[in-house]
């Protein structure tokens, strides 16, 4: 990821938790539920792989084909999954967003990475400038969705402590946990 090393860090970390709380949600969750907490956690670890920021660890060249492949898999199979639940749907926008990242920040992919960018009409240091905008409205527009459902179930929760199935098994940290990917994403899509 480009910008300050800070920035990076903090974002790093912030995927690394998020993708760790979803990894132990699958422990407590069943069926659909189970399969959106999965794609959850792929998606905060492979989030935080790559907010590692550049001046601090460079990634082999071959590292971004590795992401593309992985997310590029993860999006069939949330298209697979889409078929029976609409939350996929969301997943296979996310997977895509990283395949899209993945190929833009590759060397001679057109991103800031290549020691090649600039070249085609199409492809700036940020991708194409066209779809990254489209996934930043689509990350926004989530974002502000997800914020909104949080603050009633926050408030209906409230009353249910530690002993109210446990702290992985509380609706308001599953949506916490999608609002703060969301926002992650959204910078992500900025700093690219």
Do not use: K, N
């Not at 069926?31 to 790559?50: P, T, V, Y």
């Not at 926008?93 to 920040?105: C, E, I, P, Q």
């Amino acid at each position: 990821m480009h910008g300050p090393a800070v920035s990076g860090w903090l974002l790093m970390a912030l995927c690394g938790v998020t993708g760790a709380y979803c990894l132990l949600r699958t422990r407590g969750e069943t069926g659909e539920e189970r399969r959106a907490a999965r794609a959850e956690a792929l998606m905060g670890f492979g989030m935080a792989a790559m907010a590692v920021p550049a001046a601090v660890v460079t990634p082999p060249v071959w590292g971004w084909a590795v992401y593309a492949v992985l997310f590029g898999l993860a999006s069939l199979r949330a298209l697979w999954f889409a078929r029976h639940s609409a939350h996929h749907l969301h997943h296979l926008v996310g997977s895509s967003a990283m395949v899209y990242m993945a190929v833009a920040m590759a060397p001679g992919g057109g991103g800031a990475h290549g020691g090649h960018a600039g070249h085609g009409v199409a492809a700036t240091a940020g991708g194409v400038p066209l779809l990254t905008g489209l996934l930043l409205a689509y990350y926004a527009a989530y974002v502000l969705r997800s914020g909104t459902r949080l603050i009633p179930v926050a408030t209906m929760a409230g009353g249910s402590g530690p002993g109210g199935g446990g702290w992985a098994g509380r609706p308001e940290l599953a949506l916490a946990c999608r609002l703060t990917m969301g926002i992650a994403m959204f910078a992500m899509l900025l700093a690219l």
